[in-house]
């Protein structure tokens, strides 16, 4: 997330930003094609999740909420999205549906959209995948998204529709990747010789690791992902907090992006959903 991309703040900043993102482009993707748009900062990140299949049927279950990340790639997420006004999540689900219908969209989709500090949306693009942050939706919702998507891609019809999906309560992800953040995130790959996740009801950990794993700096640092469910925001937070507390990783040059975690589950902008997009990086230079 956020790979290739320059910003051009004065006129005069134009060709040399846009030089700079047709060679990243290039060298990353073979095709050095790009495109312009909007700069929206102080913004807040909210992404619809649809299922659509074959037979035109289109699905929304809901908006996440992934405004806390560093260098544009998400540390947490959440739903329902907090501090907006409810007319206007409806208004961004109906864009995200109207899109879906408009491309004749078929699969697991999310459709990502930014929301200005005037409550102006602007669509960013579509991610035509089960994402990361999936296991959000699925917990408020109580549907298994994969085993949907299975079900479209093998040509059947979805086996729901907009009047089966019924959200309820709180839940938030939190990230723990094998990142520094004290050195700006930098990746801190290394043996665990310790790693042990938390349980309790409600609360669900996704991931791949286990005692005497060596984590590589060549791959995604992403370590696992615990995601808790509540039936308010503030008790979600509180779970999640406990959570985090209870996850035991170490190893030699291991570090996660737990303390992180803590601290911007307890700073007031995230409490009061006052955050914006530049919030991951406010925190770490309040730190310094």
Known sequence: GGRGMRIARRPADLPGAFRQACADAHSFFGDGRVYAERLVQDARHVEVQVLCDAYGEVVCLGERDCTVQR?????????????LPQELVEEIRRAAVTGARAA???????????????????????????????????MATRIDMVHEQIRVAAGERLGLG???????????????NAEDP????????????????????FVRVDTHCFPGMRISGA???????????????PEAIARMRRALAEFRIDGAGVRTTVPF?????????????????DFAAGLLNADR
């Not at 004290?182 to 009801?201: C, H, I, K, N, S």
């Not at 902008?269 to 914006?276: E, S």
Request: proline residues 10%; neutral net charge; hydrophobic residues 35%.
């Open 71 to 83: 260098r544009n790639q998400k540390l947490i997420e959440e739903t329902p999205a907090p501090g």
């Open 261 to 277: 975690l803590l601290r911007a589950l307890d700073h007031p902008r995230f409490r009061d959903a006052a955050h914006t997009t």
């Open 182 to 201: 004290d050195r700006g995130f930098v990746p801190a790959p290394g043996r665990l010789t310790e790693f042990l996740p938390p349980g309790g009801p």
């Open 162 to 176: 907009p009047h089966d999906v019924a959200p309820h309560g709180a839940v938030i992800e939190c990230r723990v």
């Open 104 to 138: 004749r969209y078929v699969g697991a989709g999310t459709f990502e959209f930014l929301v200005d500090r005037d409550r102006r949306f602007y669509f960013m693009e579509v991610n035509n995948r089960i994402q990361v942050e999936h296991p959000v939706t699925e």
């Open 219 to 233: 791959y995604d640092s992403l370590l696992a992902k615990v995601i808790v469910w509540a039936p308010t925001r």
